[in-house]
């Protein structure tokens, strides 16, 4: 084996980010095909596959719903544990219970070995699978991949520029080789992938697609 122990990191592939879905991604269902080859790859090597999902209160302070002086897509600086953070309001998405929060049914729900949610404090939003926004607490992410004693952890799902870039960020900071696959993600904006895999790259993460990544 070219690496480590790897693990496939699904963000997001939630009926709400998918095509039809309240905060749909462009082209998101493209991503399924190479996602659900990836799985199939990484559990043949016996490598682990873990799903974050976006899993908020219907309360939840990132809705624009929950801001009446706010329109969706617009920003709100918002303050959390002493700190101003600058909030995009979002259309609600991804409520807890709600078919829109549910992971793909494309995905095996048998193929994932753990599924991380996150989002769920109404005070504050959760881009990363590793830590809420403001890094007030963190999830049991980082605990799973260090107990299986992962090196290698490989990104796909949405969105590129927010949850997926992120969980990028964290993932390199919490210490692990980081791959994104880039024809494995989908962006909210798409001015904004050059930036966000420029940013990635200048971090150490990896961009590969997924045909290029050794497993
Ligand atoms: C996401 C916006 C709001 C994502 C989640 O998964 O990228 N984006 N919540
Ligand atoms: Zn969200």
Redesign the pocket.
């Known amino acids: 084996m070219a690496q480590g122990k790897i693990a496939l990191i699904l ?2 592939i939630q009926n709400d ?1 998918l095509e039809k879905g309240s ?1 749909a991604v462009a082209n998101s269902n493209s991503i399924l095909e190479p996602v659900i080859d990836l799985i199939t790859k990484v559990k043949c090597k016996q490598g682990l596959v873990i799903a974050t999902q ?1 899993w908020h209160p219907s309360n939840h302070i ?1 809705f624009a719903s929950n801001n009446s002086d706010k329109q969706p897509f617009e920003t709100k600086d918002i303050e959390y544990d002493g700190n101003l953070v600058t909030q ?1 309001m ?1 259309p609600d ?2 409520v807890q219970g709600t078919f829109g929060a549910k992971i793909s049914d494309k995905i095996s729900l048998d193929d994932i070995d753990y599924i991380v949610q996150k ?1 769920t404090n109404p005070r504050v ?1 959760s ?1 990363s699978g590793f830590a809420d926004n403001n890094y007030s607490e963190i999830t049991q992410l980082a605990k799973i991949l260090y107990q299986n004693h992962i090196d290698t952890v490989i990104v796909v799902g ?2 590129a520029d ?3 870039k992120e969980t990028c960020l964290d993932s390199v900071k919490f210490g692990f080789k980081t791959i994104l696959a880039m024809d494995a993600t989908k962006p ?1 904006d798409s001015n904004q992938l050059e930036a966000t895999l420029s940013q990635l790259k200048s971090k150490s993460v990896l961009i590969q697609l997924c045909s290029e990544i050794e497993l």
Do not use: T
Request: glycine residues 6%; aromatic residues 22%; hydrophobic residues 45%.
């Open positions: 963000v997001d980010f905060l976006d990132s995009v979002w998405h991804c989002g939003d881009y949405l969105a927010y949850c997926v909210v």
